[in-house]
């Protein structure tokens, strides 16, 4: 437990210091780039979302909304898996969620 604290501590250090490479790395370490693509530009299927250059703010929101269940729409689904295990405990958190976010809308 005190080293989760002590992990939970390093990693809000380094988001804050770099959120830029650490979206990047969680991007791929999360497996979020296994559907979306390549910086979030080649999405598994056409009816996945590109997200390279979406809005950061809205990014953050719709993760948050798949990850609770307020966004079950069309294929979310798909992504729920990812961000919430069946036992309910949250694999992606609200730092990483706005890490990645950062990261993917500063693409081009
Ligand atoms: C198993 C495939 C899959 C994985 C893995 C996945 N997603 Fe998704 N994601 C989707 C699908 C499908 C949608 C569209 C859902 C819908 O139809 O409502 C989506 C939607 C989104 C959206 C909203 C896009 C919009 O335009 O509204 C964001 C942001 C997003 N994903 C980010 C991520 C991030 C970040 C990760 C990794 C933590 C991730 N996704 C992992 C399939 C996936």
Redesign the pocket.
């Known amino acids: 437990m005190t080293t989760r604290l002590f992990l939970s501590a390093v990693v809000a250090t380094l988001v804050s210091g770099a959120a830029l490479a650490d979206g990047a790395s ?2 791929a370490e ?3 780039i ?3 693509g390549k910086e979030g530009k080649k999405p ?1 299927t056409p ?3 590109k ?1 390279a250059g ?1 809005n950061a703010a ?2 953050e929101q ?2 948050l909304d ?1 990850r609770s269940g307020a ?1 079950a ?4 689904a ?2 729920k ?3 919430v295990n069946p036992e309910g405990d949250q694999l ?1 958190s609200d730092a ?2 706005k890490a ?2 950062q990261y ?1 809308s500063k693409l081009k």
């Open positions: 969680l991007y999360k497996t979020c296994a559907c979306h598994l009816t996945y979302p997200l979406q809205y990014m719709q993760m798949i966004r729409n069309g294929s979310s798909a992504m898996g990812v961000m992606v990483d969620i990645i976010a993917l």
